[in-house]
């Protein structure tokens, strides 16, 4: 694993809200030039088979976010679930997270949630805490044979690792409209993503038309906490995939991703328990 650190940029307001302009008009462009076919078709009932499903907390303790930008999370989440919850993926077909949700806004119903910044502080911002729901698909996806085709890893290592199960880097950013998640459909199944809330959790399932014949094992390696030459930690590590058959025999070991990301804790804290 090679990386060379690079200076943090801090730009100019002006120069960020030129950036945000430029980005999303270069997004719609692509949406509606390019020939790909996105996933529209809500189905309320369910496919006959589970590929996979996981649960996130809706609500963990984080130092200086006030708990109400959490309950306004929830109230965003139930929000984009009503645009995601049933959509069907056919062989062939795109999805597009931010295509499919829209761009969230006050007039739609969406709060103030967190929003992390470019130079990894967060702020309340409308629609914040939306990255919980990119982080659950992103994830479920690589337990499944659709192929992530976009997709966006956090610059900074925020919070501590407190009562995470997944390793860090396995995740996906998303800010509309830019940093998207686009997911394809090569495969001859047709897929559906279930989405809901129960009181604790945000739950996920990738559900199919037939049956998966293979099972994933995500992992990392080479994981390192390193001093960086402009003051912060930089946390690393690269993310592979066991595939295996039926008869649990591993055919294949995949390469997903390589994760530096600026830490924005002290590391090695001590009575604090690296789950992820």
Request: hydrophobic share 30%.
């Amino acid at each position: 694993m090679s990386y060379v650190e690079k200076k943090p940029i801090k730009r100019s307001k002006l120069r960020l809200f030129i950036g945000k302009i430029y980005y999303r008009t270069k997004k719609y462009a692509y949406w509606h030039f390019s020939n790909k076919s996105y996933s529209k078709k809500i189905n309320n009932n369910k496919l006959d088979y589970l590929v996979f499903t996981h649960q996130t907390p809706l609500y963990r303790k984080l130092k200086d976010v006030d708990m109400y930008l959490q309950e306004n999370k929830v109230t965003n989440l139930k929000l984009a679930l009503k645009k995601l919850n049933g959509l069907e993926i056919n062989p062939g077909e795109y999805f597009s997270y931010w295509k499919a949700i829209g761009k969230p806004s006050y007039r739609k119903g969406y709060k103030d949630g967190v929003v992390l910044c470019p130079d990894g502080s967060f702020k309340p911002g409308v629609g914040g805490g939306l990255c919980q729901l990119s982080n659950l698909i992103y994830w479920m996806t690589l337990h499944t044979p659709l192929t992530v085709t976009e997709r966006y890893r956090h610059s900074h290592d925020v919070f501590p690792d407190i009562k995470r199960t997944q390793p860090f880097g396995s995740g996906a950013t998303c800010y509309y409209n830019y940093l998207d998640l686009e997911i394809t459909n090569t495969t001859n199944t047709k897929y559906q993503l279930v989405l809901f809330l129960t009181d604790k959790y945000l739950v996920g399932e990738w559900r199919a038309s037939e049956s998966c014949n293979y099972n994933y094992e995500i992992y990392e390696k080479e994981h390192s906490m390193t001093p960086g030459f402009f003051g912060n930690y930089i946390r690393n590590n690269v993310i592979y995939r066991k595939v295996y058959n039926l008869h649990n025999e591993l055919i294949n070991d995949e390469y997903i991703c390589e994760s530096h990301a600026f830490m924005m804790y002290q590391p090695y804290l001590s009575n604090v328990k690296w789950i992820m």
